[in-house]
């Protein structure tokens, strides 16, 4: 019983392409999140949607787009795909008291030739 | 500015040695903080909070409101213990900013 599944786990794609990766949680959680972390090991928080409702939206892109069907699902779609934007993208999900801290999927591996 | 500082990239111990992995924050408000794991290639998982001072695998950390710390402790290393080890600081609600991770290898 996987509690945060993202499909794929790895993707491999030339630059220019368009991708979508999915997210999905059977925790319950109000609140899912997308994590870019770097092949440095950095992790850096992208997006963040509360019931649906986007809450925080870092200093990404436009090329990527987040949609969330319903507080179970975060997808990420990203157009025209560059070199830069390889990395491993996780999701993840928390309920409202955050305090709880962060339930992660175990990520998809992007890279761009 | 909100911050979180993991000095150290690499920590490498032997097995049955004491591990600590430093984090140190800068943040005006009530600190919320975190040390996840991250095993080879997995997912990140919750290591600690703050709030709970739990002890799981043997690890614990303690918040030290004086120095801005919250210091990652335990006193024997496993070799199972070898991975990426982040801090992490609540910095608004549902924001978690991490640390640069500190990668643990535990030889024997």
């Known amino acids: 019983d996987t509690a945060v599944s993202q499909t794929p786990k790895y993707l491999v794609t030339q630059m220019g392409n368009d991708k979508s990766i999915k997210c999905e949680q059977n925790?319950?959680?109000?609140?899912m999140y997308w994590y870019k972390q770097d092949s440095k090991k950095f992790l850096k928080i992208m997006f963040s949607y509360n019931n649906k409702e986007l809450i925080i939206n870092e200093t990404v892109p436009n090329r990527f787009s987040p949609k969330s069907p319903d507080k179970a699902h975060l997808n990420l779609h990203i157009n025209s795909l560059e070199l830069g934007d390889s990395a491993v993208y996780f999701c993840a999900s928390s309920p409202s008291d955050t305090n709880y801290g962060y339930t992660f999927g175990s990520g998809t591996r992007l890279t761009v030739v | 500015a909100q911050r979180v500082t993991q000095p150290e990239k690499l920590l490498s111990v032997f097995k049955g040695a004491p591990v600590e992995l430093k984090c140190n924050y800068s943040y005006s408000g009530s600190p919320e903080l975190f040390w996840y794991v991250q095993y080879s290639r997995q997912r990140l998982q919750l290591l600690l909070r703050?709030?709970s001072r739990e002890s799981i695998k043997g690890f614990t950390a303690d918040l030290n409101k004086g120095e801005t710390s919250f210091h990652l402790k335990k006193p024997f290393a496993q070799e199972e213990d070898s991975a990426m080890y982040y801090c992490?600081?609540?910095?608004?609600?549902?924001?978690?900013?991490f640390g640069a991770g500190t990668q643990v290898v535990v030889t024997p």
């Open positions: 992490a600081l609540r910095v608004s609600w549902g924001k978690l900013q």
């Open positions: 925790l319950g959680h109000d609140t």
């Open positions: 703050h709030i």
